[in-house]
């Protein structure tokens, strides 16, 4: 199994990035994908989920209103689109996958998820 994220970048406040997180060795349809973030000094945090079977949507409360999550099955791909970004946005950006049924108590839990790409850097700058 391989996670590859990418999209991550330098933007000023305000501004929007998509992260994209490619899939492969895995079938995909059957995993659940989320995106975490870890800010230096911090720990990983759960930002965002898509689950499998139900094609739930989850989002963290510090980035509801900003972030999208979405699915694309034909292209093995989950991205995360970030709009009205902040400074306290600047972290590592990671995707993780799992065939656990992820629920809105679990899915921000890291140690759920099996399998983690190698993360993308995001810097918000003021």
């Known amino acids: 199994v391989q996670l590859q994220a990418s999209g991550g970048g330098l933007v000023q406040a305000g501004g929007s990035l998509r992260l994209s997180c490619a899939a492969s060795?895995?079938?995909?349809?059957?995993?659940?994908i989320g995106w975490f973030r870890q800010a230096p000094g911090k720990g990983r945090e759960g930002v965002s989920c898509k689950t499998w079977r139900t094609d739930s949507t989850f989002y963290a409360d510090s980035v509801k209103g900003r972030f999208t999550i979405s699915r694309d099955h034909a292209k093995r791909t989950v991205d995360l689109k970030m709009n009205s970004l902040k400074p306290e946005d600047t972290a590592v950006y990671y995707c993780a996958a799992d065939l656990g049924n992820m629920n809105y108590r679990n899915w921000s839990r890291r140690f759920n998820y099996r399998y983690w790409g190698q993360g993308t850097l995001v810097t918000v700058s003021s």
């Open positions: 060795g895995l079938t995909f349809e059957r995993y659940s």
